[in-house]
């Protein structure tokens, strides 16, 4: 594959040359043009050169849907340093671990997401916290976003990233309950962006609706570089709630491209559309990822936007994040689609050895899309990536026409609404509680293909605890989307010789009780 640019800044200028005065973003009450983007992140990163920010250093960011986004990742990579969006769901733990681990210098924080961020330079590397937003009290370690925009001092590019240079580092958990640093490089991130223009055909009147968190690997790449590299336009909404303002903004500012997840369109196909919205809208592609589509859901769009395209792909983090998506002019219920342009996929057995057409096995990836390996995790890398295939750890199989299709996750990684749930995670958390003996957190599907998180608890003899003390322990130490949605309290749970809780038989009970 050939790469016309180097880095993101280098795509950002050319993106202005290319269209100057045309609208980068379309907020709600305002636009905002490339030239004056541009100008916004030569400010900010020149602060960032002005304090002591180098070239390869990392800068984290825990930012709500906004311009300032953004700004802030552009302006990271403008001078060599390499961003790290965290989930702004997490709790100030996660944050703690995460930055820890990267070993962040500079914080970019939402002031909303204040109550969880305050007070972590104190416990991490963290020298300064740049805030966007009023937030309370300032001083030399926590300082205004519009300082660093107010910025005097011109931007030098002393050294510019080159294509295997990281770009950014996305934290998804691991089999151990910690999160992972997948580090992806420019060309890691331009391939899945090149691959995604030619299949989708996207061109500069295109209008992408970005709504889903940024932070995540799948918006941040299809929705917030793609347009840029193609100089087309982002429709910002701050939100996704409420849904009526996602619909009334993709109507009114006349969104092309809509990137959702599983329960949004499966939202969409139960709920009352208004018929100008049906007939009047822009969009000609709707674009589904982060979790498998119920073959109802697919079915209840189609028949709501008999004229749209639902195109449903898949993709990890790892892999820059997507891998496969179903092509325009021909598309099947059930499959995610075939592989992206350059890339490779095989279906594997436990051995590694490729199974025949149709049988199931372990989906491997192979291409420029697959990351550089795990931050500090060398040994995690080794086991994730051999001779340059990817193990995505997911069930799947391919059929006569490469089309692939994902049956099942090897792992105990739960989807919830697009986001990955690890249980041991929780289980971990459920541990420190004295009253419990033993617990299991499982998954189980509901009607529309998406997960439930459940937990199963033993409690230790003549010691008692209620749902609501559980809930209000797990509350203070992780993100409420790993909240169990139902919680069961056993006798004893199934388990084998080893004393290890047997989770299959637990998720088929579930199953066979909601039949």
Known sequence: MSYIYQ???????????????????????????????KFSIDRVAAYLQSIGVKFGDKVAMVVSNSEEFLISYFAISAIGAIAVPINTFLKHEEFEYILNDCGA??????????????????????????????????????????????????LVLIKQPVLNDLAHIIYTSGTTGKPKGAMLSYKNVFSNIIGATKCFDINKKDRFIVFLPMFHSFTLTVMVLLPVFTASSL????????????????????????????????????????WYFKWF???????????????????????????????????LSECSPAVAINPIDMQKVASVGLPLPGYEVKIVNDEMME????????????????MQGYLNMPDATDDTIMNGWLKTGDLGKVDEDGFVFIVDRKKDLIISKGINIYPREIEEVLYKIEAIEAAAVVGIRDQHADEEVVAFIQLKEDMQIDEKDIRMHLKKHLANFKI??????????????????????????????AK
């Open 7 to 37: 880095n993101f800044y280098e795509m950002l200028n050319e993106s202005c040359k290319k269209n100057p005065k045309g609208v980068v973003i379309y907020g709600e009450g305002y636009k905002t043009t490339y030239i004056q983007l």
């Open 105 to 154: 210098k500079v914080l970019f924080a939402s002031s909303n997401l204040s109550k969880e961020v305050k007070g972590l330079e104190s416990r991490t590397n963290l020298e300064k916290i740049i805030w966007i937003g009023e937030f309370g009290k300032y001083n030399e370690s926590n300082i205004s976003f519009l300082t660093a925009l107010s910025c005097k001092i011109d």
């Open 484 to 513: 169990p949605k139902h919680i069961h309290f056993e006798k004893e749970l199934p388990k084998n010789a080893t004393g290890k809780v047997l989770k299959r038989v637990l998720k088929e009970r579930l199953r066979s009780e």
């Open 281 to 315: 809208n822009c969009v000609r592609l709707f674009i589904s990822g982060a979790a498998p589509l119920a073959e109802q859901t697919i079915l209840d769009f189609k028949a709501k936007f008999p004229r749209a395209k639902l195109l449903e792909g898949y993709g």
């Open 355 to 370: 199974v025949a057409t149709g049988e199931v096995g372990e989906l491997i990836v192979k291409g420029d899309c697959v």
């Open 235 to 274: 429709v910002l909404i701050k939100s996704v709630f409420p849904f009526s303002n996602v619909l009334k903004q993709a109507l009114l500012k006349r969104v092309t491209v809509f990137l959702g997840v599983p329960a949004i369109y499966t939202a969409i196909g139960k709920a009352k559309i208004p």
